[in-house]
């Protein structure tokens, strides 16, 4: 598979990995990994967010509209064991 983003502007690269969000193909250069936190809402307390993130992998069109949701911080401070 060929990195879609390469593709629009002419190039072909191998593509090391899909875009969690929109599935196109990226290769190394324009895939992004970034951390997502695990976390449990709970209705009348405060979310559980656990300590291990999970990986997730996005292309930079996804990653940037994705990033627009996250106004409020992460509160790593309310991890519970
Ligand atoms: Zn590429
Ligand atoms: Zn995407």
Redesign the pocket.
Known sequence: MECYQCLQSGNTREAVGL?H????ALCADHICAVEEPLMVKHLMAPSTVFPKKARLM??A??KAALEQFQSEPATEAEVCR
Do not use: P, Q
């Open positions: 875009c969000h929109c599935s196109a996005l292309c069109t996804c």
